[in-house]
């Protein structure tokens, strides 16, 4: 069964310091997200992004942000300069066209220190 | 924010029995309803959604209904079975911000044999 798959699973760094977490959403799906779940809170919407460029994006995506779809099968998340509150699982997901059921990765879980 | 709530944090049934799980909602805009099982180190699996435009949908032994006069939705499970254990987190779409998600806080599922 297609999966969305992301690496690394787990990602310590200093805080300040940039990370690029990776996902490889599922071959057909055209929208894909970043989620995040802080320990002990809701997972949270991050952003989506459609045909090259950011759909929708919450709040919490500020500058420090940034997506890319550098090839045809990878999806980043850029965090320029992570911050203590930072530390969180990462949930990449995608969807097909026209049907809001994502499906999501594993997970990356980062832990800034 | 507190768009979607689920106001059990756990929930305790014996094998064979029905699992009710329950979620509110205050966001009139919500049209589309999703509920995900996720498993420890794991992401969200989907498991079943139903559009406003029904009152129930049914996969096996997961049965969604949605009562939108209350703005209230639940998860059936018959018959509960120790897989099933699990947190279990309802989801909504509104119809005017694309497919973005808004999740609820979880509903930890044990089924004890």
């Known amino acids: 069964e297609p999966e969305v798959t992301q690496t690394p699973s787990h990602q310590v760094t200093q805080m300040g310091q940039e990370v690029i977490l990776r996902c490889v959403p599922i071959?057909?799906?055209?929208?894909f997200y970043w989620y995040r779940q802080i320990l002990g809170q809701k997972v949270e919407f991050l952003v989506s992004f459609y045909n090259n460029e950011i759909s929708e994006k919450s709040e919490i995506f500020d500058d420090q942000f940034s997506v890319e779809r550098p090839d045809g099968s990878n999806f980043t998340l850029k965090i320029r300069s992570t911050k203590l509150e930072d530390s969180a699982m990462y949930f990449c997901?995608?969807?097909?066209?026209?049907?809001?059921?994502?499906?999501f990765g594993q997970g990356t879980r980062l832990t800034v220190v | 924010d507190q768009q979607v709530k689920q106001n059990s944090p756990s929930l305790s049934v014996q094998e064979g029995r029905i699992s009710i799980l329950n979620c509110d909602y205050t966001n009139s805009m919500f049209d589309y309803f999703l509920w995900y099982k996720k498993y420890p180190a794991e992401g969200p699996t989907f498991l079943i959604s139903i559009s406003s435009i029904k009152d129930k949908n049914e996969d096996g032994r997961f049965t969604v209904f949605l009562n939108k006069s209350a703005k209230h939705l639940s998860l059936h499970i018959v018959p509960s079975q120790p897989g099933d254990s699990a947190v279990y987190f309802c989801a909504a779409k509104a119809g005017n911000a694309g497919n973005m998600l808004t999740f609820g806080g979880g509903t930890r599922l044990m089924v004890k044999p």
């Open positions: 997901a995608s969807s097909e066209p026209g049907w809001p059921e994502a499906f």
């Open positions: 071959s057909n799906h055209l929208y």
